[in-house]
């Protein structure tokens, strides 16, 4: 059945090589290292023929793994071995990665001549097979573990180094959020979500302590700040419900002391010195959309569309977005287009088949519109034209999801500076992602 199999790390290096089969030859190696994993093209099949040998492969991290045959088989059983054979894997060492198979190289041929015979697969269950290879696996350490060994011997923080100083202690922190969304002509909200990052700008000296607050419901509710029970309406519109925000998940530098985070609910970190990012999150929950859209197509015959776009902008008057784009997109068959437009400037770019929008600054609670006539040329094709969403891109100085920074405290026990001595910045930026209007 299988007539070999190979693993290859992420250069296309060979790192296990087994043939079954005389019908496989040496050069089916090299055959699957050029033509899939060094591909210019991005190679979206698992399944690849080169010269009548079929490659079924699967990549797990950094490892790919390629079962290679002549003959006609099928294919869900050998995907299916493919997976036993990682959870096997996986079981006697740990996380497949290229330092783990080459650690291991001899107890992963064990297993194979144990697991196939001939190319047929025969045991897989890994309670049986621990019976037959008693040998153990040698796992690789993560970083975790390594800086947990190295601090323990010898004290020191990996990510700073000591006797940093500066005469002015400052520090910036950055909420840099990416709306995504998509929404219906009507203005059903059909999915949303944001994407959100913390970066930090540190330039402190000495080796501070420094605690950040933000005002997410777990946080809010330990501190008392919503005592109303679930079940009261009342809570419903009380400013402490509306005031937090619900983090679906997130991801933390290996400075942040999540011991401190599971107890405190504070994040908790001696921050490297300069750029870095402290957490990253998502949140789908009560999400503030900074623009509306509402767009209206009207065809009026075979050779004329007529679009009118209205855009809203939907936060506080005293805020201003910037750099905003909304691209509309156009027939094939367009001629021509005849654009106004109440505010900025509009063109159409007949290269991109798409009218593109163009306001460099636009205050809060302001509503402007676009108007189009579009021309079209005579076709003989029947198909009627598709209509993309309408796409935006924007910036907007405030987190659409409602995130605040409650604090941001600096301590410093061995040096002479406080929390008052330090200046401290933060700055809300809301970013366009995928914003998609329906037409």
Request: aromatic residues 10%; hydrophobic residues 40%; charged residues 25%.
């Amino acid at each position: 059945m299988i007539g070999g199999l190979f693993i290859y790390n992420h250069k296309g290096e060979v790192l296990i090589s087994r043939v079954y089969r005389d019908d496989i030859g040496r050069n089916a190696v090299d055959a699957f290292r050029v033509n899939v994993i060094h591909a210019r093209q991005q190679v979206r099949s698992p399944v690849t023929i080169i010269a009548r040998t079929s490659f079924f492969h699967i990549k797990r991290g950094n490892i790919w793994l390629a079962a290679a045959t002549k003959q006609n088989v099928n294919a869900t059983l050998v995907f299916e071995f493919l997976k036993k054979m990682v959870d096997v894997m996986q079981n006697y060492f740990g996380k497949m990665n290229e330092e783990n198979v080459k650690n291991n190289f001899v107890l992963i041929y064990e297993l194979l001549d144990e697991i196939l015979d001939f190319g047929y697969p025969q045991n897989t269950d890994t309670g049986i097979l621990k019976t037959f290879i008693t040998q153990l696996g040698v796992k690789s350490q993560t970083k975790e573990e390594q800086f947990q060994i190295t601090s323990q011997v010898t004290g020191q923080i990996g990510w700073r180094r000591e006797g940093i100083q500066y005469r002015r202690n400052e520090l910036f922190l950055d909420v840099l959020e990416y709306v995504n969304l998509l929404m219906s002509p009507q203005g059903q909200v059909l999915s949303a979500h944001v994407a959100g990052k913390v970066v930090i700008k540190s330039y402190l000296s000495g080796m501070p302590e420094c605690k950040f607050g933000i005002n997410d419901k777990i946080t809010m509710e330990s501190k008392g700040k919503s005592t109303l029970p679930l079940d009261d309406p009342s809570r419903l519109n009380s400013s402490a419900a509306k005031a937090s925000i619900a983090i679906d998940d997130c991801q933390f530098h290996q400075c942040v002391k999540l011991s401190k985070f599971e107890s405190e609910h504070a994040i908790s970190f001696i921050p490297p010195d300069g750029d870095f990012e402290l957490m990253r999150y998502r949140i789908t929950k009560d999400i503030s959309h900074p623009f509306r859209l509402i767009p209206l197509v009207r065809e009026v015959g075979r050779t004329k569309m007529e679009v009118k776009i209205v855009l809203k902008s939907n936060f506080k008057s005293n805020l201003i977005g910037q750099k905003i784009e909304v691209r509309i997109p156009t027939p094939l068959n367009t001629s021509g287009c005849q654009l106004i437009c109440m505010k900025g400037k509009a063109k159409y770019k007949a290269s991109e088949n798409a009218i593109v929008w163009k306001i460099k600054r636009m205050a809060g609670m302001k509503e402007t519109q676009l108007s189009a006539e579009i021309e079209l040329l005579l076709t003989d094709t029947k198909k009627k034209w598709n209509r993309p969403p309408i796409s935006m891109d924007f910036e907007v100085p405030f987190a659409p999801s409602g995130l605040k920074v409650r604090y941001l405290k600096v301590l410093e026990p061995k040096l002479n500076y406080s929390d008052h001595d330090v200046i401290k910045w933060v700055r809300y930026i809301g970013k366009s992602g995928l914003y998609e209007t329906r037409c």
